[in-house]
């Protein structure tokens, strides 16, 4: 049985057996949680993301495809590095969004991963509305049979923390 908790705070600070970046496509860094991870994670993380480039995915990581590397200087094992979809309120792309949160509890039981901590997936600057993207997220972890035990959405600021409080409740 997957148990959800929320916390409020820095994914990075996270003390779990993999974290998942929102990551872009280039897998090289970026902003927001993809550029905190990179930062906190070290030279490890982005050397494991450049030979991913270099071999599997030469044109980068698809969105709603995972994939992990080291976590470096993290405390975790693993970073599942995840591109979600840019939000357009004229094409329905919630089924990319579906598939970031459902490939990476995958990739974390091949893993052997049983402590994973999101991030609210594409709700920062790929402009995803927060309360669908904490209903999403949540019905997701619920619907996908996974071996991961402990599932932490860890929210940056206030908003997305009252947003998923409405829908974990």
Known sequence: MTTITLARGDITEQSVDA???AANSSLLGGGGVDGAIHRRGGPAVLAECRHLRETRYADGLPPGDAVATTAGDLDARWVIHTVGPVFSASDDRSATLVSCYR??????????????????ISTGVYGWPIDDGARIAVETVHATPTSVTDV??????????????VVVD
């Open 19 to 21: 974290i998942v970046n």
């Open 103 to 120: 490939r990476s509890l995958r990739v974390a039981d091949e893993l052997g991963a049983r402590s994973v901590a999101f991030p609210a």
């Open 152 to 165: 932490r959405f860890v929210l940056f600021d206030e908003q997305a923390f009252r947003a998923f409080v």
